[in-house]
């Protein structure tokens, strides 16, 4: 045995190359005691045989060729935008949804206000016309007045909207009938 180490590094180069294109990066990475136990045994054995007593071997660094370490950055890269791409997502998905919750809660209650002012208007118009006469108003008749109270609040709306085109409406004592009947 002429030259040691390089009878050394030529035992350590032959187990690495059996061993390490067995793994992936990430694990060759994650497996350096595995390589270091299988560098051990290799030279205890190899070099016991000239005289050599190994106690240790260890594996301190493994540097992967350049274009590989640059592919590597490039996958991790591509998972974590991609990660955050899915986290935006389902951000923007969570402020639809609770959007729509709102607007849906809004409509339940704006309906809930108007039924609750239109039984107020109806309460007051019997109270207005039965008031001292203990006549009793038929429900087709509450529904008539009803109805012409929306009637004149529909055009007064109208006429309030600043942004309101020309709106044509049959417009007299008969039109209200009219649509009543229908």
């Known amino acids: 045995l002429t030259d040691v ?15 390490v294109p067995h793994m992936t990066l990430d694990e060759a990475f994650e497996k350096k005691d595995d390589v270091s136990n ?6 205890t054995v190899e070099m016991g045989l000239y005289g050599f007593q190994i106690h240790k071997a260890l594996v301190t660094e493994m540097v992967p060729n350049a274009a590989v370490v640059q592919s590597m950055n490039e996958i991790n890269k591509q998972k974590r935008l991609r990660d955050a791409a899915i986290m935006a997502a389902e ?11 709102a607007a849906a809660d809004a409509a339940q209650l704006q309906g ?22 203990g006549e009793m108003l038929s429900t087709e008749k509450i529904s008539e007045l009803l109805l012409i109270t929306q009637y004149f ?13 020309t709106v044509f409406l049959p417009h007299s004592a008969g039109a209200v009938a009219d649509v009543a009947s229908q």
Do not use: F, P
């Open 38 to 43: 299988a560098v051990q045994q290799k030279l």
């Open 153 to 165: 609040e529909t055009l007064r709306d109208i006429a309030a909207n600043s942004k309101s085109s």
């Open 5 to 19: 180490h390089e009878q050394i590094d030529s035992y350590v180069a032959d187990v690495v190359r059996s061993c």
């Open 112 to 133: 809930e206000g108007i039924a609750r002012q239109r039984r107020a208007i109806i309460d007051g118009l019997r109270d207005s016309i039965t008031h001292g006469s």
């Open 91 to 101: 951000g923007d998905k969570i402020k639809v949804v609770k959007a729509a919750e």
